[in-house]
């Protein structure tokens, strides 16, 4: 069994959130199918979405939340001006909750947790105590029930777990080995071989990372299959909201890369409600 890693440590920060940025369109997903007043941003490094929105929606609460100190520190640097509280302390986020709920307007006292891509690290980085905190933090604790929880992270189905197609096995060896010889091997003897689909749709969402590589291939990019996550989401949530795809940008940059077009999907998007 794999040990999680024991660091958080990003080689490059900027150039980490700037990769990060790219996807920030697929991730404000969630905005038009919630009638939120509040949105909490569970993992919200550099603040870059939470800043998006409250330029399109400047009324609305906004708080973000983050373990890491320095990502903190520079969401709040991004804007001075700026109306969104960041923290790193679960308790703030526990009585802001509290205040909208007891203070918003009629109409506007919903609040929605946001996970985006935080998952995936939830699972590589923390012990099962950890674990357990994290999760109990997303889908609510004894006294903060989130009305919505949008999630969105890498996962496949359990349908990814196949033979590879020999021929984009070879592809993708001789063309990035040559770049960047040992990595394959290095990837492998941690994740498994190519050969099998898993590891391969694994390798593809991680071999662009090379500047980070150190943490990146050791992170688990698909912890959990789609089927099992469906399973486990506590059962006062109900999906309103689903799309299971391909990052565009991951598609193209496979293709122009390695001449090889991705079949398995490799994200999903969710939004849960609150049965009432």
Known sequence: MLNTLTSHHIADNDWYNAEMAKSLIDKIFFLDKVDAGMFVDFGCANG?????????????KLVG????????????????????????????????????????????EKVCVVSSSVGHEIESYSDEEAKALTYRRIWGEADI??????????????????????????????????????????????????????????????????????????????????????????????????DRFTLPFLRRRVQEDFGISLSDTTHLKVVFELRK
């Open 48 to 60: 870059v979405m939470l800043g998006f929105i409250e330029k399109v929606f400047p009324g609305s």
């Open 65 to 108: 939340f983050d373990t890491n100190p320095e990502m903190i520190e520079e969401a709040r640097a991004r804007d001075p001006n700026s109306k969104i509280i960041y923290t790193s302390e679960w308790d703030e986020v526990r009585e802001l909750f509290k205040d909208h709920k007891a203070t918003a307007p009629r109409g506007q």
């Open 145 to 242: 029930e989130w009305d919505y929880v949008a999630w969105r992270d890498m996962m496949a189905s359990r349908a990814a777990s196949r033979p590879s197609d020999p021929i984009a096995v070879a592809r993708v060896q001789q063309i990035f080995e040559a770049k960047h010889p040992g990595l394959i091997a290095q990837w492998e003897q941690r994740w498994g071989h190519l050969g099998e689909n898993w590891s391969l749709l694994h390798f593809f969402m991680t071999y662009r990372y090379v500047a980070n590589w150190d943490r990146e291939y050791r992170e688990n990019y698909l912890p959990r299959n789609y089927e099992d996550f469906m399973a486990s989401v506590p059962k006062k949530y109900m999906p309103i909201y689903q």
